[in-house]
T-cell receptor, first 117, second 114 residues
Framework: AQKITQTQPGMFVQEKEAVTLDCTYDTSDQSYGLFWYKQPSSGEMIFLIYQGSYDEQNATEGRYSLNFQKARKSTNLVISASQLGDSAMYFC??????????????FGQGTELSVKP | DTGVSQDPRHKITKRGQNVTFRCDPISEHNRLYWYRQTLGQGPEFLTYFQNEAQLEKSRLLSDRFSAERPKGSFSTLEIQRTEQGDSAMYLCASMPDRALEEQYFGPGTRLTVT
């Protein structure tokens, strides 16, 4: 069964430093998508970055980048130059199969990131 | 686009009562998803619509739960005979019917069953 594992319940980082949030996944599908979402204390889920299983390049989006290691089934999120507003829960998620197979997301348990001034 | 909206944002109800939540997706988004998130956990998939057709339901969706999406626009999620275990955040998400698009989430409805 598909599964997402985030092993860091909480992380601290100093403002302006970089931080890596870990995520491993398990799937037998050849085609899948990997997502990272941010959830501030207000509750809304904010999309950050996406990596497709066939993408050869690591995805980047502003201060967010992914360290995608397909053989290890990991997709770690790197946030560079942390800001106080980055303090939130971060969820890794996987879309099973291709989009035309439904597209539901399976989420990990999340990592709570706290940025210290 | 005005984003995905959900109503109400908060609902407190007594055990045994029925509740109904509404989700308005981004216009022209064919796909609509419902998820449930309990405290300290990631969201869990409940059900999925493509236009007005409900194409998948999770085993989490007991027979007390029903969801509809008439005319392929807004969706409602009803919980009958609520139980304390139903207390959670109920999230709605929508996406266009294209490959590789992320799901856009609404602000959620927080349900508390007393």
């Amino acid at each position: 069964a598909q599964k997402i594992t985030q092993t860091q319940p909480g992380m601290f980082v100093q403002e302006k430093e970089a931080v890596t949030l870990d995520c491993t996944y398990d799937t037998s599908d050849q085609s899948y998508g990997l997502f990272w979402y941010k959830q501030p204390s207000s509750g809304e889920m904010i999309f950050l970055i996406y990596q497709g299983s066939y993408d050869e390049q690591n995805a980047t989006e502003g201060r967010y980048s992914l360290n995608f290691q397909k053989a290890r089934k990991s997709t770690n999120l790197v946030i560079s130059a942390s800001q106080l507003g980055d303090s939130a829960m971060y969820f890794c998620a996987m879309r099973e199969g291709s989009y035309n197979q439904g597209g539901k997301l399976i989420f990990g348990q999340g990592t709570e990131l706290s940025v210290k001034p | 686009d005005t984003g995905v909206s959900q109503d109400p944002r908060h609902k407190i109800t007594k055990r045994g009562q029925n509740v109904t939540f509404r989700c308005d997706p981004i216009s022209e988004h064919n796909r609509l998803y419902w998820y449930r998130q309990t405290l300290g956990q990631g969201p869990e998939f409940l059900t999925y619509f493509q236009n007005e057709a409900q194409l998948e339901k999770s085993r989490l969706l007991s027979d007390r739960f029903s969801a509809e999406r008439p005319k392929g626009s807004f969706s409602t999620l009803e919980i009958q005979r609520t139980e304390q275990g139903d207390s959670a955040m109920y999230l709605c998400a929508s996406m266009p019917d294209r490959a590789l698009e992320e799901q856009y989430f609404g602000p959620g409805t927080r349900l508390t069953v007393t």
